[in-house]
């Protein structure tokens, strides 16, 4: 069974980058069926699409976001990450990392999500 | 980006009673395959959210008969036929049908 861990450091500053992995277990990138998109929830409030990384490398990426956001596969191919650049505080959030079906384009499964606070 | 809107956003119900919450998107989410691509998840306390309908009606893998989703173009329903305890939580459609997803503002279901 598929299963998504992000990690990374709980606390950024701001101006900084916000960098996160999402490590694959039970599966990896390289199908086409699926590409793996990163979520963020602040807190008290919904869901945020963040971006989409695709097998072969390519993304997309939520144009509010504007060119702060890379998304990039890993060392491997069961590992991918997020960079958000010039954080500041309205990117303090819980992270997730999910799978993404293709045609259709649910979400499932999601990582258990990382938390990350801006703040100097 | 299509705009998502769900109603009510919140909702007490007394368990065993149905539920009904309603999401309308800005535009049709009718693809030329002639699915609709909209999708219901549901975040419990302290979770991260799961997959609980697909494709407009279809119920992913373990999620209970006593939810259904329905509707098509613009305007979609999901009912929880007798709410259980379990069920707590806040309840999210979004739509897939954009590269650029978006989702509802939540409906957060509270038992009496």
């Known amino acids: 069974q598929l299963q998504l861990h992000e990690s990374g450091p709980g606390l950024v500053k701001p101006s900084e980058t916000l960098s996160l992995s999402c490590t694959i277990s039970g599966g990896s990138i390289s199908t086409t069926t699926y590409s793996w998109d990163w979520i963020r929830q602040p807190p008290g409030k919904g869901l945020e699409w963040i971006g989409t990384l695709y097998y072969n490398g390519s993304t997309d990426h939520n144009r509010s976001l504007k060119s702060r956001v890379t998304i990039s596969i890993g060392t491997s191919k069961t590992q991918f990450s997020l960079n958000l650049g010039s954080v500041t505080a309205a990117d303090t959030a819980v992270y997730y990392c999910?799978?993404?079906?293709?045609?259709?384009?649910?979400?499932?499964?999601w990582g258990q999500g990382t938390r990350v606070t801006v703040s100097s | 980006d299509i705009v998502m809107t769900q109603s009510p956003l919140s909702l007490p119900v007394t368990p065993g009673e149905p539920a009904s919450i309603s999401c309308r998107s800005s535009q049709s989410l009718l693809h030329s395959n002639g699915s609709s691509y909209l999708d219901w998840y549901l975040q419990k306390p302290g979770q991260s959210p799961q997959l609980l309908i697909y494709?407009?009606?279809n119920r992913a893998s373990g999620v209970p008969d006593r939810f259904t989703g329905s509707g098509s173009g613009t305007d979609f329903t999901l009912k929880i036929s007798r709410v259980e305890a379990e069920d707590v939580g806040v309840f999210y459609c979004m739509q897939a049908l954009q590269t650029s997803i978006t989702f509802g503002q939540g409906t957060r279901l509270e038992i009496k």
């Open positions: 999910v799978r993404r079906v293709r045609r259709g384009g649910c979400l499932d499964p």
């Open positions: 494709l407009g009606s």
